[in-house]
């Protein structure tokens, strides 16, 4: 029963609450899942005040080779013969009051995803949510120079046309599914709308991208309506597009092939989401080659 694995250990009082998630997994890509979600926690100094407990729904045991197997099992410190950590994966929630928020951090399962649903679901539940909102990230065609594209999927079509006022650009996509499409077909069930928003980052960047963490941070607080300080974050955004930068000068074929993506992608941009002033330009006799 997801009763028996929620654990609620403080009662905030929230109107109208809506909810935000960030997995690790599947969907992290740079960690922007995760990093954009963990952000606004300590931006708004939210409060830990529930959590989900990992039995049952995490493989530990995975047959196959040492680099294989260490990707499954829990992580542990030892110093000087003696165990100092033992690290099973967490996953939590936190409030906020003022905004009326709550936001989750967690690891996806690798089993019993409904039931996992029903947790966050029966939370939701009991705290009057209506809306629930995922962040996620993917590796794309996009230059690290640009803004990450946001692809939107929801739960119910009429949730279109306000995601359309936020520049993000509705999923055609077919293949190996998340807990997140799980979630999103049954929210409608469940008495929730959902939507899954992910950007698309860099596919050549590997580890923690701050850029984008940034962005999509920036991003999310609009659609939220959420007022919070990120001056800090576009100082190390800006600082790491420098040196991602300057590593790219020193390889003639990666800038090469860097500086196609950045007119593909503009092109892209132009002909997509700016088609009224093209259109219009064009009216005008003004050349746009």
């Known amino acids: 029963m997801a009763s028996d694995k929620l654990r609620i250990y403080k009662r905030p009082r929230l109107s109208d609450a809506r909810m935000l998630l960030g997995f690790t997994g599947w969907m992290d890509g740079g960690e922007v899942s995760t990093g954009?979600?963990?952000c606004l926690i300590d931006r708004l100094q939210a409060q830990r005040f529930a959590e989900i407990e990992p039995e049952g729904f995490y493989i530990y045991s995975f047959p196959g080779s040492m680099e294989m197997t260490a990707l499954f099992r829990p992580h542990t410190e030892i110093r000087e013969g003696v165990i100092r950590t033992y690290e099973v994966p967490t996953n939590a929630f936190f409030?906020?009051?003022?905004?009326?928020?709550i936001m989750f951090v967690g690891k996806e399962p690798h089993l019993q995803w409904e039931e996992f649903a029903d947790c966050i679901f029966s939370l939701c539940s009991q705290f009057g949510v209506k809306v629930i909102h995922f962040i996620g990230s993917v590796a794309g065609l996009v230059p690290h120079t640009r803004e990450p594209r946001i692809l939107c999927s929801v739960s119910d079509e009429k949730l279109k046309e306000t995601f359309q006022h936020y520049g993000v650009k509705f999923t055609n996509y077919e293949g190996p599914a998340s807990i997140i499409t799980c979630m999103t077909t049954s929210a409608g069930e469940q008495g929730f709308n959902m939507a899954s928003l992910v950007?698309?980052?860099?596919?050549y960047v590997q580890g923690s991208n701050p850029k984008c963490i940034e962005a999509v941070t920036r991003r999310l607080a609009g659609i939220l309506g959420l007022h919070v300080e990120l001056d800090d974050l576009r100082d190390v955004s800006d600082?790491?597009?420098?040196?991602?930068?300057?590593?790219?000068?020193?390889?003639?074929?990666l800038e090469g092939n860097i500086r196609k993506l950045e007119e593909d992608y503009d092109n892209e941009i132009f002909d997509s989401e700016m088609g009224d002033l093209k259109t219009w330009l064009q009216q005008k006799g003004i050349r746009l080659d």
């Open 95 to 101: 409030y906020d009051e003022k905004n009326n928020l």
């Open 239 to 253: 600082e790491f597009e420098k040196k991602l930068s300057e590593v790219v000068q020193e390889q003639p074929e």
């Open 199 to 203: 950007a698309t980052i860099p596919a």
């Open 36 to 38: 954009t979600v963990k």
